[in-house]
C-alpha cells in the first residue's frame, strides 16, 4: 500500500511510525510545509495514561519521550494572595519541537520519508495512493476542500489567549489569577522542558477590549502579561514563538467537530481526517496532543483487525470512525466543561468562592473528576477540604470537626435545619382518590423519611380540582385532604428526623390525563374514571399537537381564582405541617405556560418582555409567600433550559431566578424541558447540574441540582463544588427508599445516623460494601 500523511504533526508522523513498525514493505510518505526544526508553540501536556497507551504501540518512541519529558502531580493554584496545592494528577510535559524531532527520527529510522518544505493544497496531488491521512491541522485544506462530506462544526469560542514562554521553572501544573480593573485573567504554566515553561495568558473578549489589546502588537501584549504576572514571574521575561502571525498573537479557539471522517476522492484514494482535523480538544485540559496520538493508535489497531490491504480500507475507516467517535466525544464534551468554566470563571467564581472551593471547582471543572476520584488522588487534601467545608457549614465559630462528607454537612434556612444535603425529589404516584391521599402515600413517603435523607418531598400536589395532572394526582382544596396530609407528616416527624416538604401546583394546559402506565400525557377517555375537565393556560394551547385537550387562556377572573386557590393550599399546607414550600413553576404547567414565549403568547400586560411574563407567577408567589409561615422557607421550581430554540434559555433563567429570590424567595430548584413536545435535550450524568451553578453564582440565590444525580460520589462533587446547596434524588429513591443511608454505607460515612429500629441492619450493610471494595481491590491486583 501507498500510505500519504498531509501534515507532520503528532497525528501524522506517529501513524507512520507505527504503520512502519509493523509493515516495513509499505510505502509511507509524511509531507510537511514547515522545515524539520521549524514549529510553532511551546510545550505540550498530555496524561500517564496516555503515555501508558503509547507504550504499549511503540516501546522505543515512548522511551524516548520519556526522557525527554517532564512529569509532575501537583497542580498549583494562586488565587487571591493564597498559593493551594493538590497532587496525585500525572501530568507528561514535552516541548512540541522535541516531540515533533523525536518522532521525525524514529520515521526515518524506520524508513518512512519526510518531505518537509511542502506545501500540499490537496490530496488530489497524489492521485497514485491508496490511502491519504490528512492531518493538516484545525485549518485543514483538505476538510475545506470536501466540506460538504466532512460536514464540520466549528464554533468559535469568545476567550482571547496568547501563547508564550517564559525560562522560569516551575515545580506543578500552575494556574495564577489575577484581577484587573476591567476584569479577571488567567494564566496556565507548565513547565516543558529544563529550561522553558509554557505560559498561556487568557481573558474574556471584553476584558480584553477594555484593556486596548486589540490594538496592542505582540510586543506590548507581553510587556502587558509581564507587568499583570510580575509577581509570578519573578523577573523573568516572556517570550513568543509565533512571529509569523500578524498583529497581537491573542487567538480564539476553535472547536472543531466532523460529522464524516473519511471518503474516496475521484482517483479512487481513500481519505481520512485525523488530528485537530477532525476534532479539536480545548488546551484546558490538554488534550488536542493525546486526541492525535489515539487517533493514530486506533487507525493502526483497524488495520491490525481487518488487514493491512488496499482491499480492507474501507472498512477499517468505517470502523475506525465508529470506535473513536464515543471517546474523542466524551474527551471534546470534558474539554467543552473545562474550557466553559474558564471562559466564566471571572463572571461566575473568581469574587464569589473562597479560594479553598475555587480550587475544588476548578480541579472538578471538566466533570470527568469526581470527589472520590479526588481522594485517590491526594486523600490528605481532600481531607483537608472537607474539614474546611464542614466547618463553614456549621458556622466558624462552631469547635473543630472531624471530616463530613459534603453531602452529610447539615443546611440551614429561616428556621428550618436539614441534617444533610440529599432531597427526595417530588415524584408523581398516581395513587389519590378524589386529591386524597391514602395509606399509600403514608407507606411511600414514610419509607423515604426513614431512608436518611435530609428533606423528602411529597409529589405536586394540587390547589384544586381542575389543577390536577390525572384523576390519582393529589390536592389540598379540602379539610379532609389536610387532615390526611396531616397524618402522614406527624408520623414522619414522629419517627424520623427528615423535613418533610410541599410543592404546590398546577397542570394548565397539560392537566385532565391518564395515569402514566395508562398513557402518559394522553387525554382521559370513557373508560376511565372521570371525565375530561376544561383546561386553562396563559395561551391556548395543545401539549401535544392534535391529541392533547386544547386549553382556553386565562381571563383576569381565572387568574383571580388560581391565585385564591394557590392561597387557600399554602394556608392548608401550613396546618398540615409540611416544613418547605415550593412553588412549581417548571415543565409547561400553569405558572410555566406564563414564563416562556413557547407557551405564552399573549399581547396583553402578562405576555410579551421576560418581565411581562413573570408578572403572574410572581404575583401568586408573593401572595402564597404572605401567607407562608415567615420562619419557613420557599423555593421555586423552574425551566431554566426549555431545549426549543425560541424558549427560555439559561441565560433567561439567572433573570427569572432573580426575580423570584426579589419577591423573597430562598431557594431555586433548577430543573429544566418538558415545557414543548420538540424539546431536544441533552442527557448525560448530572446533566441539568450547570444550571443550578449558574444560577447560583450569577443570581446569588441558593439552588437545589436534579437531574441524572445517582450516586453519593455526584452529590458529594456538586456540593462540595458550590454548583448547588441542596440535590434532589429521584428514581434511585423509587427504587431504594433508603437510598441515602445506603449511599453513606457505600462510602464508608459510619457516622450516618440509623433509624433506632434498623440499626442491627447498618453494620452488615457496611460490611457487605467493606467486603466488595476489598475484593474488587484483589481483582484489581490481580489483573496488572
Keep these: 500500500m ?29 509531507v510537511e510545509r514547515n522545515l524539520p526544526y521549524d514549529t510553532f508553540g511551546w510545550g505540550v501536556v498530555f496524561s500517564d495514561a496516555t503515555m501508558d497507551n503509547m507504550r504499549q504501540w511503540d516501546r522505543t518512541t515512548a522511551d524516548q519521550i520519556q526522557e525527554a519529558f517532564n512529569h509532575w502531580d501537583d497542580i498549583e493554584l494562586l488565587f487571591k494572595g493564597r498559593t493551594l496545592r493538590s497532587g496525585g494528577h500525572g501530568f507528561v510535559g514535552i516541548g512540541r519541537k522535541k516531540l515533533l524531532n523525536i518522532l521525525q527520527a524514529r520515521c526515518e529510522a524506520l524508513g518512512v520519508v519526510l518531505k518537509f518544505d511542502c506545501d500540499v493544497n490537496s490530496d488530489l496531488d497524489f492521485p497514485d495512493a491508496d490511502l491519504v491521512i490528512a492531518s493538516d491541522g484545525i485549518n485543514s485544506k483538505i476538510r475545506t476542500q470536501y466540506e460538504e462530506v466532512f460536514k464540520p462544526d466549528i464554533v468559535t469560542r469568545p476567550n482571547r489567549y496568547i501563547w508564550l514562554g517564559t525560562h522560569r521553572q516551575y515545580d506543578a501544573f500552575t494556574f495564577d489569577f489575577q484581577k484587573t480593573e476591567h476584569g479577571w485573567f488567567q494564566a496556565h504554566i507548565y513547565k516543558f522542558d529544563d529550561e522553558t515553561s509554557t505560559f498561556i495568558a487568557e481573558c474574556p473578549e471584553h476584558v480584553w477590549l477594555a484593556h486596548g489589546l486589540d490594538k496592542a ?15 509570578n514571574l519573578q523577573g523573568a521575561k516572556l517570550m513568543t514563538n509565533s512571529r509569523h502571525l500578524r498583529g497581537s498573537a491573542w487567538l480564539n479557539f476553535q472547536r472543531v467537530v466532523c460529522e464524516h471522517w473519511w471518503l474516496k476522492n475521484k482517483h479512487g484514494s481513500h481519505v481520512v481526517l485525523m488530528g485537530d ?48 467517535r464515543i471517546e474523542t466525544l466524551k474527551i471534546q464534551n470534558a474539554a467543552w466543561n473545562a474550557m466553559e468554566w474558564f471562559e466564566v470563571c471571572g463572571e461566575r467564581y473568581c469574587d464569589q468562592l473562597e479560594p479553598e472551593q475555587f480550587m475544588y471547582s476548578m480541579l472538578t471543572r471538566s466533570q470527568r473528576i469526581s470527589h472520590e476520584n479526588l481522594r485517590l488522588r491526594d486523600k490528605a487534601w481532600l481531607d483537608g477540604y472537607e474539614h474546611w467545608f464542614a466547618q463553614q457549614a456549621l458556622g466558624k465559630t462552631a469547635p473543630a470537626v472531624t471530616t463530613t462528607p459534603p453531602m452529610f454537612t447539615p443546611y440551614t434556612l429561616r428556621s428550618v435545619t436539614l441534617k444533610n444535603r440529599v432531597i427526595v425529589s417530588p415524584m408523581a404516584q398516581y395513587s389519590a382518590h378524589d386529591g386524597l391521599p391514602t395509606d399509600y402515600h403514608l407507606v411511600h413517603l414514610g419509607a423515604r423519611a426513614m431512608g436518611g435523607a435530609g428533606m423528602v418531598f411529597a409529589e405536586m400536589i394540587c390547589v384544586s380540582s381542575d389543577a ?5 394526582c393529589p390536592g389540598l382544596w379540602n379539610d379532609a385532604q389536610t387532615q390526611a396530609w396531616k397524618k402522614i407528616i406527624d408520623w414522619a416527624h414522629q419517627h424520623s428526623d427528615a423535613r418533610m416538604a410541599v410543592q404546590l401546583g398546577h397542570a394548565g394546559a397539560k392537566g385532565s390525563t391518564r395515569r402514566a402506565w395508562d398513557g402518559i400525557d394522553q387525554p382521559l377517555t370513557a373508560d376511565d374514571t372521570e371525565p375530561n375537565w376544561p383546561l386553562i393556560s396563559a395561551s391556548p394551547q395543545q401539549y401535544i399537537d392534535g391529541v392533547s385537550q386544547t386549553s382556553k387562556a386565562m381571563t383576569e377572573a381565572d387568574m383571580a381564582r ?17 416544613d418547605w414550600l415550593e412553588l412549581h413553576c417548571a415543565h409547561g404547567y400553569l405558572l410555566s405556560s406564563f414564563i416562556s414565549p413557547l407557551t405564552n403568547h399573549r399581547t396583553d400586560a402578562y405576555g410579551g418582555t421576560l418581565e411581562n411574563r413573570l408578572r403572574y407567577p410572581l ?43 426579589a419577591a423573597g424567595a430562598d431557594v431555586i430548584d433548577c430543573s429544566s424541558g418538558q415545557v414543548s413536545k420538540r424539546e431536544k435535550p441533552v442527557f448525560g450524568r448530572m446533566f441539568q447540574t450547570p444550571f443550578s451553578d449558574r444560577i447560583r453564582q450569577e443570581a446569588g440565590i441558593a439552588t437545589i441540582a436534579v437531574g441524572a444525580i445517582s450516586e453519593a460520589d455526584h452529590v458529594n462533587s456538586i456540593i462540595a463544588a458550590g454548583r448547588a446547596d441542596l440535590c434532589a434524588v429521584a428514581r434511585p429513591h423509587l427504587a431504594n427508599p433508603a437510598w441515602t443511608l445506603t449511599e453513606a454505607a457505600r462510602i464508608g460515612y459510619q457516622a450516618m445516623p440509623w433509624p433506632k429500629p434498623y440499626i442491627s441492619g447498618k453494620r452488615q450493610l457496611e460490611t457487605n460494601f467493606e467486603r466488595a471494595a476489598a475484593q474488587a481491590a484483589l481483582v484489581t491486583s490481580a489483573s496488572k
Design 2 to 30: 501507498k500510505i500519504v500523511c498531509i501534515g507532520g504533526g503528532p497525528a501524522g508522523l506517529y501513524f507512520g511510525l507505527l504503520m512502519k513498525s509493523r509493515w516495513p514493505e509499505h510505502n509511507i510518505t509524511v
Design 217 to 231: 502588537d505582540q510586543a506590548e501584549s507581553i510587556a502587558f502579561c509581564e507587568q499583570l504576572f510580575a509577581d
Design 277 to 324: 482535523a477532525v476534532h479539536t480538544a480545548h488546551f484546558a485540559i490538554g488534550s488536542g496532543t493525546k486526541l492525535a496520538l489515539e487517533d493514530a493508535i486506533e487507525l493502526t489497531r483497524q488495520f491490525e483487525i481487518h488487514g493491512c490491504d488496499a482491499s480492507q480500507i474501507s472498512q477499517v475507516l468505517t470502523d475506525y470512525q465508529e470506535s473513536r
Design 468 to 472: 390536577r395532572i390525572t384523576p390519582g
Design 562 to 578: 388560581v391565585t385564591a386557590d394557590f392561597v387557600a393550599a399554602t394556608q392548608r399546607a401550613a396546618e398540615a405541617g409540611f
Design 619 to 661: 404575583a401568586v408567589f408573593k401572595a402564597v409567600r404572605a401567607v407562608w409561615p415567615q420562619h419557613l422557607p420557599m423555593s421555586v421550581r423552574i425551566s431554566a433550559h426549555d431545549w426549543v430554540e425560541g424558549g427560555i434559555t439559561p441565560a433567561d433563567a439567572v433573570q427569572i431566578a432573580k426575580a423570584f429570590k
